[in-house]
C-alpha cells in the first residue's frame, strides 16, 4: 500500500478503520453490558481506577476509549481479586477456559490463551 503524502497518515488510518465492516450490534452491547457489570463489581471489591497499568479498571472519559480498554486485570488487582474471592490464580484461569468453552466463543483468543496456559504451552 503506498501513502500518498497529501492524504497523510492519519487520514489514511481513518479511512482504513472506517473501511472495516462494523460487528454485530447484539454481541457488542452484550459485551459492553458484561464490561460495566465486572468493572462495577470491581469497585465493590474497593478496587479503584488503575494510572500506572494497562488494565480494564483504567478510568475512561467517553465511551470510544472505554472501548479501547483492555479486558484484563493488571497484576495488582489480580492479587487483590485472588485475596479476596480466596481463589488460586490456577483455579480463576481453569474457570474462564471452562466457560469459553461451554459457549461459542472456541474461537476467541482469549480461549485460545486459555487453552494454552492449560496445556502448559505457553511462553
Not at 483492555?70 to 471452562?98: F, H, M, N, Q
Amino acid at each position: 500500500m503506498t501513502l500518498d503524502p497529501a492524504i497523510g497518515p492519519t487520514k489514511k488510518t481513518i479511512s482504513v478503520y472506517w473501511s472495516i465492516p462494523q460487528r454485530n450490534t447484539s454481541s457488542n452491547v452484550a459485551g459492553k453490558n458484561v464490561r460495566t457489570a465486572s468493572y462495577q463489581l470491581l469497585h465493590c471489591f474497593g478496587i479503584a481506577h488503575r494510572v500506572y497499568y494497562a488494565s480494564s479498571m483504567q478510568g475512561s472519559a467517553s465511551v470510544c476509549e472505554d472501548a479501547r480498554q483492555p479486558p484484563y486485570l493488571c497484576p495488582v488487582d489480580l492479587a487483590k481479586v485472588i485475596y479476596a474471592t480466596s481463589i488460586t490464580v490456577l483455579g480463576r484461569y481453569r474457570s474462564l477456559l471452562e466457560f469459553f468453552s461451554k459457549t461459542k466463543n472456541k474461537g476467541h483468543k482469549l480461549f485460545c490463551f486459555f487453552r494454552r496456559l492449560d496445556t502448559g504451552k505457553v511462553g
